[in-house]
Structures are given as structure tokens and as C-alpha cells.
């Protein structure tokens, strides 16, 4: 086994040549990233106020085809905004899936709502169709108020919140389709998977919002920094205003129409996130580059990889293998972090935190299954 992980370590520090310490992913800063944020200082708007946030909110919706786009701190509070616009209420279930980064389901329980874990198909790694319609149809109904409800729990199933897991998109039309009949509305967790599309649509556009994540891990960072699009005029307006503490727009007044959020972007990390958005499609190019060198290893090695759907185009944040079990899967981890190759698990599982675990779900097998052999390796642009 040693000598598979050496050969698999080798192989991956021949593709970042030079360097000592491989990262999992790394920003890249080649563009006109300095100049941007020159400016912004130069100017004096580094705050909420600038031409680079609203610029950065075009960009988006012209990258992604939607209609609207609201900048925000980050990828958390997108998210927490998202279910709130959706209506989500306190005491409401949200349902979403136990693989994810603990974000996704810290936003459902900002509002008291509860997450309602099902599970992730194999292939995708994203929320499975099947488990959400077969848990819906043993489990849920929709009463006299046109909304449905968990007949274990009693609780409102109001909205569901699907990831594109580490850039591969999730069946997500079909999650679509099955919400739609349940009156359940879809807010995409699209964090990871800014430059992903689902059957030529850009990941986080098929719900009724999606939400990004700019944060320095991802593909493109801002620092910190999120993103909502959206088709719904009245939800963008809304959540603007609910960005800016839902200040009522006057020359002097502060007059505030609602409780609000300080959670717009600022000017300076907008700035990144403009210079970083230009490079996109380079860098998109470059990854998936990366992945299909990877996959090509992994093919010779007899090793399973996760890959896209043959309806998707991935942009690769994150490339996984798969190894036999925990055990292997424990072994590649102490081996490539000993040996200069950064690699992570996949997330605890979120229903086996002591926040959740009295959250109700569905069989989990699938995620189980899956966190048991996951391993992320590095998979940074290399230009
Ligand atoms: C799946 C997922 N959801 C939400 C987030 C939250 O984004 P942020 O870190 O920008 O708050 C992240 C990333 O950090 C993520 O990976």
C-alpha cells in the first residue's frame, strides 16, 4: 500500500513542480487584482458604497444567465439571507444533505429552523433525487395551507437546500421538479461550484436563488465574500435592501423599514472579486486540465475518483479519489500529510455533530458510505 500512496504522492507533486508543501487549493493572484484594489483605496470607497460592488453583481449575472445578483460578506450569511427571502420560518424544516460544509446547515438553524438530512447519490455526491421523493412520499404531506409537512414531526418542510459538492453539480432539475410538486422552494448551495453548469444551466440559476462562496479556498476569492442570483426581481430588491440594514434611501435620514443586516460586500473585496471573475473561465480551463491528468493516473492505478455526470461540466475545485474504507482511507491521510501533500476528508457528517444529532433524516447510507472513502487532494490553478 505504501507503495501505491508514494507513486499516487509523486505523481502529484510532479504536477506543482517546485514546491515543497503542495496545499489543497490556493489563490491565485495574475491578474489585475492589485490594480483593482489600488484603486479602491485610492478612492476612498473601500466600504458597502463602490463601483466595485455593483460591477461585481453584472459580472455575476452575466457569468451566471440570471437576471439579478446581490453581493454579499460571505457565503454563510448568502445563505441565511437566501432562506429567509424563501420564507423560511423558525420552527420550519429545511431539507439538505449530512455531506456538506457545516455552512450550509448553520444557515437553516440562524433562522430556528431544523435541517432534515437525506442523502447524496454516489456518483453526483450531491443530494439525491430518490432519497428526497422517497422520503417525501412515506413521510410528508401537504395539508390544507398548500404547504407540506413532516408527518413524524409535525414541522412545515418550507424550502431544500442541495450542494454541488466540491464543483460536481448535483441532479438538480429533477430535485427541482420533485420540490415544485411539494410547494418545497430550492435555494442551491453553489458555494463550490462558481464556473459548474448542470445541462448548460450554471449551477446555483435552477432553484429560485443560488448562492456562492468567494472565501480564499474557493476557485475565485474575494477575501471573504458571497453571492446571491437570482430570476425574482422582488427577492433582489429585497435582499439588498435587507443587505444595508434596510436603510431607507435619503440624502441625510437614517431611516430603517425593517430589521436589517450589515452583509453587503465591500468596494475592496469586490475589487478582488471583479479581478479574480475576469480570470474565471482561464482558471476553469486549468482545472479541469488537472482533473483529467488526475483522472488518467487513477485509471492506470485502479483507483475510483469522483467525476462529473455526463449531463455536468465540473469545474474541479476540489478533486476526490476513493479509497476501499476508513482504513485506507486513514492511512492515504497520514501518509500524504506526512509527505508534503495536503489531504482532507470529506466533512464529518453534519448528523453526527452534537448539534444535530436529534435533526431528523432519512438513510444515510450513501453519505456514509462516502465519507468513509473520500479523500481531497490538491487540486489548485496552475499557471
Ligand atoms: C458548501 C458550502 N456552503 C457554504 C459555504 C460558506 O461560505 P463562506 O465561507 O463564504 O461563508 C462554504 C464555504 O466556505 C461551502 O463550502
Known sequence: MQDLFKNIADFIKSQFPGQEFIPLHKPIFTGNERKYVVETIDSTFVSSVGEYVNRFEEMMCHLTGTSYAVALVNGTNALHLSLLMVGVEKGDEVISQSLTFIAT????????????????????IGLSPNAVKTYLEQNAEIKSDGFTYNKITGRRIKACVPMHTFGLPCRIDEIVKICNAWNITLVEDAAESIGSYYKGQHT??????????????????????????????????????????????HPWEFIHDDIGYNYRMPNL?????????????????????????????????????????????????????LLHNREERDAFLTYMNNNGV???PAWELLHRLPMFKNTPKGVLENSEWIADRLVNIPSSVRL
Open 105 to 124: 446547515c448553520n444557515a437553516i438553524s440562524y433562522i430556528g429552523a431544523h435541517p432534515l438530512f437525506l442523502d447524496i447519490d454516489k456518483d453526483s
Open 269 to 321: 473585496n469586490a475589487a478582488l472579486a471583479c479581478a479574480q471573475l475576469e480570470q474565471l473561465p482561464k482558471f476553469i480551463e486549468n482545472k479541469r486540465e488537472l482533473a483529467a491528468i488526475y483522472h488518467a493516473k487513477f485509471e492506470e492505478l485502479n483507483i475510483s475518483y469522483c467525476k462529473e455526470l455526463s449531463n455536468a461540466k465540473a469545474n474541479y475545485w476540489l478533486n476526490a479519489i
Open 342 to 344: 495536503m489531504s482532507r
Open 204 to 249: 446555483g440559476t435552477i432553484g429560485k436563488i443560488g448562492v456562492f462562496s468567494f472565501n480564499g479556498n474557493k476557485t475565485i476569492t474575494s477575501g471573504g465574500g458571497g453571492a446571491l442570483v437570482t430570476n425574482d426581481e422582488a427577492i433582489a430588491k429585497k435582499a439588498k435592501h435587507l443587505t444595508t440594514q434596510a436603510k431607507v434611501q
